[in-house]
């Protein structure tokens, strides 16, 4: 895909979130009604409101222009996958809102997130929107990463600060790893509980060094392809780490599956901190 296509793209990605930020912050609080979905483990991931489908409607018929000039498939979280994403060369991946829990919470942490993805399972374009925050980040395949127009810069304090899921709290294996990271030296903040996975990743840039990840678990779970594929492209730009346990990139189009529980999955911004964390993943993969 050449970067004439990869700007129009991503800038028809960036108005479709604009538009689903702007529906989101209009919708009246008391009118949300919270359903649950019966095919998921643990609450983060159960919670569904008629925000998260009229948001994905909306961005759907956005992008639906696009999709017809180029030829893109579609893979959403509130609609079957068509499969579409196995057929085209590329597809638009969208997650009308991550992080759910926290909208319904009304709680920093919940975001819109629309990617494109090859069909081999590489990011080409991440666009984010916060509406909390009214933050806009933005990035594409070798043209770098914004948010709010402006470059994203790294500065980093002397603490990590690590971010988590919910669900770790239920996992020692989340605990004995931080341990681990203390051992090794480095002066933990947090862990940061309460966001989504995809705030999770872009506060992890913003509080540098910071760190966000996800262990691998037999039960199908443990978020899907569209709840880590725009923000890994933003840290493919941005030379930062987005990998599996064994430290290669991430697979975001597996023909048998959308989730991605079946590897873990590290942010870090910094390579010593990813390291350290792949060593420790590495290690208890061993001995099971």
Not at 148 to 174: A, F, H, M, P, Q
Request: a negative charge.
């Amino acid at each position: 895909m050449n970067e004439k296509t990869l700007k129009e793209l991503s800038d028809t990605a960036i108005d479709a979130v604009k538009k689903a930020g702007k529906h989101i912050k209009s919708f009246p609080r008391k009118d949300v009604n919270v359903e649950m979905k019966g095919d998921q483990e643990t609450l983060a991931s159960q919670v569904v409101t008629q925000v998260d489908t009229e948001v994905e409607s909306l961005i759907v018929e956005h992008l639906k222009d696009s999709m017809a000039k180029y030829n893109l498939g579609l893979l959403t979280e509130e609609t079957t996958d068509d499969k579409s994403r196995l057929e085209k060369d590329f597809f638009w991946c969208i997650d009308p809102i991550d992080g759910t829990l926290s909208f319904v919470e009304n709680q920093e942490g919940y975001a819109v997130s629309i990617a494109l993805i090859s069909r081999d399972g590489m990011p080409y374009i991440g666009v984010v929107y916060d509406p909390v925050n009214s933050s806009l980040y933005h990035a594409a395949k070798g043209l770098g990463a914004f948010k709010d127009g402006k470059e994203i810069t790294i500065s980093e304090n002397s603490e990590l600060t690590v971010y988590l899921d919910r669900s770790s709290t239920e996992d020692e294996r989340y605990e004995n790893l931080l341990d681990h990271l203390k051992q090794n030296g480095l002066k933990v903040e947090g862990p940061k509980i309460g966001y989504g996975a995809v705030m999770n990743a872009l506060k992890g840039i913003e509080n540098a060094p910071g760190c966000y990840f996800k262990l691998s678990k037999e039960s199908e779970g443990g978020g899907s392809f569209w709840d880590f594929a725009a923000t890994c492209c933003i840290y493919n730009e941005l030379g930062l780490v987005c990998v599996n346990e064994w430290g290669e990139p991430l697979n975001l189009n597996k023909k048998h599956t959308t989730f991605m529980h079946e590897n873990s999955i590290i942010y870090s911004t910094n390579i010593e901190t990813a390291e350290l964390i792949l060593g420790f993943i590495q290690n208890i993969s061993d001995k099971m």
